[in-house]
Every structure is written in C-alpha cells, then in structure tokens.
C-alpha cells in the first residue's frame, strides 16, 4: 500500500462518513418516524428527535383485533410469508434437479438459456392472460395462485444459481462414487447434493427476498386480507387516508426488517451470488 | 453410460421447469400476442380480430411518445448515476480506513429494503406538509416555504430518480468493489513506479478490470430501469399530470384500469421488443468489452 498524504487521510474519511450518512440517514429516520409521537411528526419545525419514545405503533400493527390496522397488517405478514414460503420450496423444487442436468449435461444448455432470456419480459407482457387464467382457476386472490405466479420469477434465477453451483462440484467425485458402486440417485443423495447444500442455501434466501419483494402482480392478482401480500397492505397505507405517518413508517420497519436481517447474516453469500452473477453474466 | 441416455436422463430433470415456463410464461406470452391483434376487454369473452390497429393506434398516439421519453429519461439518468456513484464507492471502500469492514456491510441495506418499503419512505421524506426534506432545507435556510416534490411536474421525475438511484447504487459499488479485489497488487504498484498520475492509473490500470462486471451490472440496471413499475406507482401513480408515467405504467393502465386488454397487449410487446433490443445491444457490447478486456 503507498503511503499516504495526511490531506489525503482526512479527505477519504471525509468521504466515508459522507457515503455512511447517505447510507443511513434515510433508513434511521424511517425508524425515527415509527417511534415519534404523531404530534412530533406534525411539528414545525420539525421535531427531528422524539421527545419520548412511543413504541405502541409496533403494538397496534401486530395486534389480531378484529377489523383493526392490525388484523390487515398481519394477515398481509402472513399471507407473505406462505407465498414466499411456497414459492421458494417450488422454485427448488424445479431448479435442483434442472440445474444439475444442465451443469453435467451442456448439451441442453439451451434450454436454460431460454429461461433465462424470459428475465427481460416486463411482468405486464404477461399480466393479462394471467390474470385470465387464474380467474378461470378460481385462484385469483388465493396465496396458491399468486405463489404460482412468482415461479415466472423464482424459477428461472434459482435454476440458474443452481447449474452454477453445481458447475463448481467436480464431477470426478461422482464419478468416483458410480464406480464403488453407488447408484445414480445414491451419488447424488450422499455427494453431491450435501456439497451443494450452501448453494441451495444461498437459492433459497434470493428466492424469498425475491417474493417478499414482489408487488406488482400481488397488486393485480390479490383484493383482500385472503391473500393480499405486505407490499401490497403498506402501498395501501402508503397511498391511503392514512393520518399518522408514524404508523406507515412502522409498518414499513417491519417489512424490511426479515430482509434486511437475511441481507446483514447471509451477507457473504449473497454478495458472491450477486458478483458472480456480475462476472458470468 | 451411453451419451443419448445421458441426455434423454438430462431432459427428463429439466422436464419440470420447462413444463411449469411454458404454463406460467409461454402460454402467456402466446396469448398475449393473440389478443394484442384483437379489441378484446378484460372481462368478457373474445372480442373481435382488428389486425395491426390496436399498433398503429398505439405506436402514433401522443402518449406512447411522451411516456417512452419519460421511461428513457428515467431509465438513462438514474442508471447512469448508479454507475457514477456506485464506483466512487466502490472506489472509496477500496482503500483502508477504519470501520471500512462496518461501512461495506451498510451498503446491503438499501438493496434489501423492499422496494415498496423504500418508495413508501421516499414519499414520506418528500411529503408536502410533514417531509423530512421540506424541514431540513427550510431548517438550512435553503428554501422559503414548503414545497410538493412529488407534486409538482419539474421536480417530481428528478425526486423519483433520487430515491431509486439511493436504493440501486449500492448494488453496483458492491459488484465494483469485488472486481477491484481482483485487481493485482503489483500492477498498480508498477503504475506508481512508472509514475502514472491517478487518473491515468484509474483509466488505464483499474478500469480494465471494472469493465466486464460493470457491462453486466449496466445491462442488468437499464433492462430494470426500462421495465420500471413499483417505484413510480407507490410514489406517483404515473402523475403529476403524467410527468412521470413510464411505459410499465401506462401498459397498467390501458389493460387494468381501463380493461382495454387488446390494446394494453399490443403496448406490452412493443415494451418486450424495445427491452429484447436493448439486451442484444448491449450483449454485443459486452462480447466487444470482454474481448478487449481479455
């Protein structure tokens, strides 16, 4: 490392704790306006520190009363929940096995290619016969249906996560397995799927930040608290007569507290999923 | 083992997914075809074969044009502004300074924020009455009176472009920064030796290595940028007075809010053409910078 101007010194700490506020100061004033009393919040000028922190909002929002905010709050919580849960385990489902015959078998390659390249097909291209379809179903505003409906976006990118892990295990190893005597869907048992086991970790989490993220066919395909998604329940709040911001923005911190958690944990993985990704294209 | 079994076995595996694309997206995107050439409504049955007018119509209406300018506005200056931002980040994580490991691990947070929670935040930041951004330039003595950003047609595309910008930057410093890793030690240390200035060893030393994962973040960030939706309806619904209705928007509306799904077809496949002709664009560009990069 060169050595460096003290002038120099100060000017990337300047910078740092620049990028640090730019980072922070959106995210730490979203939690500000979630424990600030509605008056602070309608102060001018504005209160910027509460004078008491009022931590009820979390309570209201998380309370199952009946016809309250928070019978619509936490039936979009778990609505997201069963339809990120369901599609991932789907999403899964589909991609270990594809992802596999893919990485060991490159003449099929272009299949995957073809679902791949489906990723640059804007959702309202497909959003009419969709919603076409599920009505015919009977699975328009149904947690199935929508869970369906986000495999057109889960599927393609675990799949493609997976043939990558799998492409990093060497195929000696289950060459080696065949020929003591192993069969095939032995090998795969007892080698290769416990070596992939971290990729399919690293699937899974994209795939559930993935879903919890979605908003906009939960918007067209969902009406009510049967399977109205948390994106959907905070745009409402976000968009309606709302009077006490303070309550959008807790709702907002809750939201993004599972993803936000996956992202600080995981963070290693889903960096090196994301920059390889970046590098392989 | 016999190579036609290895992949009828091979296919066989990648039956499911394919049978499930071609239910929940070719299908689709078939049908959407179909009714693109017809004036049929979103409830009701058929609707009857109109050929190419439902694009004719769409192509010469004033508001097909008004809003592929707004998409490409907001599409080139906020992606354009990711990459700036996102490398002088980058560039700056780079170096070793005290709490950079705590620094690096922020910048995960706004790529995690849902981006519902992050348009919803914006809109309260930006909010006409209550906003943090009114308090905090009328506090500095910035502004006079309070002012509606999102409400009002100059500022409200340039507010929209500021909140997804602060989401999206952080991705790109973080594809930078793990490309910059990979830059060898000795080499810009032979660029100081040899006496290059900053910018040339930026220009001619770092910027090889950034090139291809860049290409690929652009790619990626414009094809988002050009499918643009929740952002802009949480925020703005497309207004004020359609100052900031991009083409996902006005595919909503046309199909949904005035069921016309014949024609709201047409214009959603004549987004997927434009997005499918940026993508090969920018693929040959990529091909060109990976091989000039190799």
């Given at each position: 490392m060169e050595r460096r101007s003290p002038a120099f010194t100060v000017f990337i700490y300047a910078c740092a704790l620049l990028l640090a506020a730019i980072i922070l100061a959106p995210i730490a004033w979203l939690f500000?306006?979630?424990i600030s009393p509605a008056a602070d919040l309608a102060a001018k000028p504005l209160r910027w520190w509460p004078q008491a922190a009022d931590f009820s909002r979390y309570r209201q929002l998380l309370s199952t009363a009946e016809n309250s905010a928070g019978a619509a709050f936490t039936s979009s919580l778990r609505n997201s929940l069963e339809i990120s849960g369901m599609a991932t385990l789907a999403a899964l489902a589909l991609a270990i096995p594809a992802g596999w015959a893919v990485s060991r078998t490159p003449a099929i390659g272009w299949s995957l290619s073809m679902?791949?390249?489906?990723?640059m097909l804007p959702p309202v291209a497909l959003a009419v016969p969709l919603y076409m379809g599920l009505s015919h179903l009977g699975l328009l505003n149904n947690v199935f249906g929508l869970a369906l409906v986000y495999l057109t976006i889960l599927a393609p990118f675990t799949t493609w996560l997976m043939r990558s892990g799998f492409d990093s295990i060497?195929?000696?190893?289950?060459?080696?397995?065949?020929?003591?005597?192993?069969?095939?869907?032995?090998?795969?048992?007892?080698?290769?799927?416990?070596?992939?086991a971290p990729v399919m970790a690293t699937s899974a989490l994209f795939a559930v930040l993935l879903a919890w993220d979605e908003f906009f066919y939960a918007l067209l395909f969902t009406s009510d608290q049967r399977a109205k998604t948390l994106t959907v329940a905070i745009a409402d709040l976000a968009g309606g007569r709302v009077s006490d911001y303070g309550l959008i923005a807790t709702a907002g911190v809750l939201a993004a507290l599972p993803p936000v958690l996956i992202g600080l944990v995981m963070q290693r993985a889903l960096i090196s999923g994301l920059t390889s990704g970046g590098v392989k294209g | 083992m016999s190579s036609t079994w290895m992949t009828t076995r091979a296919w066989l595996l990648m039956l499911p997914l394919l049978v499930v694309m071609v239910a929940v997206i070719g299908w689709p995107l078939v049908d959407t075809v179909g009714l693109s050439f017809t004036d049929a409504k979103l409830v009701g049955t058929g609707g009857d074969f109109v050929g190419l007018d439902n694009y004719s119509n769409m192509l010469s209406s004033s508001n097909f044009s008004r809003t592929l300018v707004t998409t490409t506005l907001f599409a080139v200056i906020s992606v354009a502004a990711e990459m700036v931002i996102g490398v002088l980040a980058a560039l700056l994580l780079n170096q070793e300074f005290r709490g950079r490991?705590?620094?690096?691990?922020?910048?995960?947070?706004?790529?995690?924020?849902?981006?519902v929670v992050n348009a919803t935040l914006w809109?309260?930041?930006y909010n006409p009455e209550y906003g943090a951004l009114n308090a905090a330039l009328t506090q500095l003595h910035l502004i006079d009176a309070y002012r509606s950003w999102l409400g009002e047609p100059g500022t409200a595309l340039a507010a929209l472009i500021v909140a997804d910008c602060w989401k999206n930057f952080p991705l790109v410093a973080l594809i930078a920064l793990a490309a910059l890793q990979a830059v060898p030690r000795d080499i810009t240390a032979a660029s100081l030796v040899d006496g290059a200035?900053?910018?040339?060893?930026?220009?001619?030393?770092?910027?090889?290595?950034?090139?291809?994962?860049?290409?690929?973040a652009l790619v990626l960030r414009t094809i988002e940028a050009f499918k643009v939706f929740d952002i802009i309806w949480v925020m703005t619904r497309g207004g004020p007075a359609n100052t900031t209705r991009t083409l996902s928007i006005l595919v909503y509306q046309e199909a949904f809010s005035f069921q016309r799904a014949g024609s709201g077809a047409s214009l959603a496949l004549i987004v997927t053409l434009l997005v499918t002709l940026l993508a090969v664009a920018y693929a040959a560009l990529v091909r060109k910078t990976a091989g000039s990069a190799a």
């Open positions: 500000i306006m979630s679902v791949i390249a489906t990723y060497p195929r000696e190893i289950e060459a080696a397995a065949m020929i003591d005597g192993a069969g095939l869907f032995q090998t795969l048992r007892i080698i290769t799927l416990p070596l992939a | 490991a705590i620094l690096r691990a922020l910048m995960i947070l706004p790529w995690a924020l849902p981006t809109r309260l930041i200035g900053p910018f040339n060893r930026f220009r001619f030393v770092i910027l090889p290595y950034l090139a291809g994962p860049l290409m690929v």
